[in-house]
């Protein structure tokens, strides 16, 4: 079955650390990119960071630069989302995609508050 599963999402204080994962199953992982995507309470989608299929080369929103960083082990078929120094602004459902084949997780919640 092709498949995304999304976990490691939570309450977090504003300055906090999280790390999502995106399992992935059911295709070839390592030929593809991988999109981390978000969307806050209210708001369309976000684009927040990629990484190409070799897990060499990662591209990130302004909005997050600096503070996440993405992964993945292509034996473990997995996609990560290091975040750090978490602001409100970055509560949103975090979603795992694979824009080939228009692929979604079912997402995990991220909430920053005090």
């Known amino acids: 079955q092709v498949q995304l599963v999304e976990s490691g999402g939570g309450l977090v204080q504003p300055g906090g650390s999280l790390r999502l994962s995106c399992a992935a199953s059911g295709f070839t992982f390592r030929s593809f990119r991988m999109n981390w995507v978000r969307q806050a309470p209210g708001k369309g989608l976000e684009w927040v960071s990629t990484i190409n299929h070799k897990g060499d080369t990662t591209y990130y929103a302004d909005s997050v630069k600096g503070r996440f960083t993405i992964s993945r082990d292509v034996y473990a078929n997995r996609v990560d989302l290091q975040m750090t120094n978490l602001k409100p602004e970055d509560t949103a459902v975090y979603y795992c995609?694979?824009?080939?084949?228009?692929?979604w997780g079912q997402g995990t919640q991220v909430s920053v508050s005090s």
């Open positions: 995609n694979l824009a080939q084949y228009d692929l």
